[in-house]
């Protein structure tokens, strides 16, 4: 188990790591979109107001180290909670493609190393259109589902895992969630008809300054217009 002061330890390499790599913090002086004010970035929704700050996680969870602390403290969360309740002793994990993947593989990684065989398997956002028509990658067992993801924000992303682990697999899930950040600070729980799973963190969004600071800014080539004039991009 980790002691409290190692756990702080992690969580400021990790902290550190996402404030300068993983924040898009818009420049107030850059037209990001044709049509948009300086130092705004398109929404997914374009009825909602116009943001000036992004969160791109798999900067994280693709990088080695930041990978394994990460994995480190949710293994370590999840030891405790083998300890403590029954059904914890066999588990699997289960995320909806494509953000939960390389947790589930680093958490899978960190588990053999300390001999322990844990599954995964991913849901797909859509069904696949040819081949075997199939909407799970990997093979479910029949142990309790835990769900993973990088981000809850409405925690959307985690029904259409309960769906397909509920109707079209039968499984039970385990009650908790795993999340490296948390947009809503009074999300608990997340309610799946009259199932809850518990929502657990490493970082809540407010813990992160996301004023636009010049030596935090960065943008990668494939995102700047000015050198790659593909046709895609208008």
Known sequence: MLSCEEIQQIKKELHDYIDKNCIFRCDPTIIYHEGFRPGEIYPKNPSKQKITWQFYLRRLTHNGRMSYLMSLLFFDDLKRKIQEGSEYQSIQIVGLETGSIPIMVALQQMAASHKINLNSFSVRKERKRSGLFNIVDGIPTEDPVVFVDDVINSGSSITPCLDVCSYELGLKPARNFYTILRFKKN?????????????????????????YDANKYWLPKDCDRQINKRSDYF
């Not at 608990?188 to 407010?206: A, H, M, R, T």
């Open 187 to 211: 999300m608990e729980y997340v309610q799946y008809k009259k199932e809850l799973s518990k929502v657990n963190f490493i970082f809540d969004v407010d813990e992160f300054n996301l004023e």
